[in-house]
């Protein structure tokens, strides 16, 4: 009855009709960036349980209550392998105090994990950033530009030749530090709901590159100038 009344209460708060876009950034790892530079001496690592309480402490920020409960189903379905997906924390060198939590998640996760999280399909040299989350004393340092930045090494080294990340278009400080480590706009997604979350669409739309100098702008409509492995204009329903 309970989890009823929850998942009534979450339809409900769905509303009739909502949407919401994403801009979906990437970088070619196979290009080397400069590496950002956050105001701490910071270092990556894999996740450890004990980690948890660290970033989100009891009685933390909504923001803070949210992903915790987000990590926790992550953990849940990369241990059953549904999530291709390791957890990385960046650590401040200082303390030893874990500063930031990222997910990069490969090729391979389950279509209900694709739909409803609106994933694109990855291709095998493709991996994905998710779910970063810096705790509210760490926030504003660049930890999260640097911690992308070790994170791409990874990908790297796991023979990756994109990294990938979707952010709402709102979530400017998560834009910036995307940006930051070097990946730039390629893809538009564009969730919608309608009927309480009864029907969903997604859309990925390619961003648009820009001409190049002497090169007319291609009439509205034309053909995009993106790469084939985005995925983009697939649209599924969840
Ligand atoms: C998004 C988030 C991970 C950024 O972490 P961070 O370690 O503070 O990021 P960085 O310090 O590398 O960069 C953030 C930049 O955005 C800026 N910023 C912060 N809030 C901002 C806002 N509301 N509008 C515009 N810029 C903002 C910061 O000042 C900083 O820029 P600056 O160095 O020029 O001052 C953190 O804010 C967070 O955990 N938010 C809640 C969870 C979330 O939204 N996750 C992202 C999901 S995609």
């Not at 894999?46 to 970033?55: A, G, I, K, M, S």
Request: proline fraction near 7%.
């Amino acid at each position: 009855m309970t989890l009823l009344r929850a998942k009534i209460a979450r339809r409900v708060a769905l509303g009739p009709y909502d949407s919401r876009v994403s801009i979906g950034l990437r970088r070619d790892l196979s290009v080397a960036v400069s590496a950002p530079k956050a105001r701490i001496p910071v270092s990556l690592r894999p996740f450890r349980q004990e980690d948890l309480p660290l970033l989100f402490p009891a009685g933390g920020d909504a923001s803070a209550q949210s992903e915790l409960v987000d990590v926790e189903w992550r953990l849940r379905a990369a241990a059953y392998g549904a999530l291709p997906s390791r957890c990385f924390v960046a650590v401040d060198e200082r303390s030893g105090r874990p500063c930031h939590i990222q997910w990069l998640t490969e090729r391979g996760y389950s279509e209900a994990v694709r739909r409803a999280g609106a994933l694109p399909a990855l291709a095998d040299d493709e991996a994905m950033l998710e779910n970063a989350f810096t705790p509210v004393g760490y926030r504003g340092l660049g930890v999260m530009a640097a911690a992308i930045h070790l994170i791409a090494e990874r990908a790297s080294a796991l023979g990756k030749r994109y990294l990938v990340a979707f952010v709402d278009a709102d979530n400017h400080a998560s834009l910036k530090g995307v940006e930051r480590a070097g990946l730039t706009p390629w893809s538009i997604r564009t969730k919608r709901q309608f009927g309480f979350g009864l029907f969903r669409t997604v859309r990925f739309d390619p961003v648009a590159a820009p001409a190049a100098p002497g090169v007319l702008p291609a009439p509205e409509g034309g053909t995009a100038t993106v790469g084939d492995r985005d995925g983009a204009g697939s649209t599924g329903q969840g």
